[in-house]
């Protein structure tokens, strides 16, 4: 089930630590980047891709063309399930780093498109 605590668990196992020499990558959310270790995410891959599968059918490739990052703080359901932005981006880079998740526009390009916009509003796509 889609929730914080998932969420942050999951984030937490998967990040780098100082002083590990695992095979990396960093993945570039709204706010912040992680550097994640490969193996771990790997591990984690079928329980991110459920999380990922709770999201509103709007955010879903086969629905459309992705949705507001600010609004994936509510489930399928309707139920509000983070408690906060940085658990929004955490779930995020998750699943970018899954290969799952993309932005419509990478971050750059849609600040040079449309300097005024609230970063937080960004579109999101599900695969």
């Keep these: 089930m889609l929730n914080s605590h998932e969420v942050n668990e999951i984030y937490r196992y998967a990040k780098a630590r100082p002083g590990e020499d695992w095979a ?14 490969n193996e771990r995410i790997e591990e984690q891959r079928s329980h991110i891709l ?8 709007c955010y879903h490739e086969h629905n459309g063309a992705g949705w507001r990052f600010l609004e994936m703080d509510r489930d399928k359901y309707g139920h509000q399930w983070a408690d906060n932005h940085i658990t929004l981006d955490r779930f995020l880079q998750l699943g970018i780093g899954t290969g799952k998740v993309t932005l419509v ?19 999101v796509l599900v695969a």
């Design 24 to 37: 990396s990558t960093t993945v570039y959310g709204m706010a912040f980047n992680t550097r994640f270790e």
């Design 50 to 57: 459920c999380l990922l599968d709770e999201l509103p059918d």
């Design 105 to 123: 526009k990478p971050r750059g390009q849609l600040l040079d498109y449309m300097p005024n916009v609230l970063i937080f509003d960004h579109p």
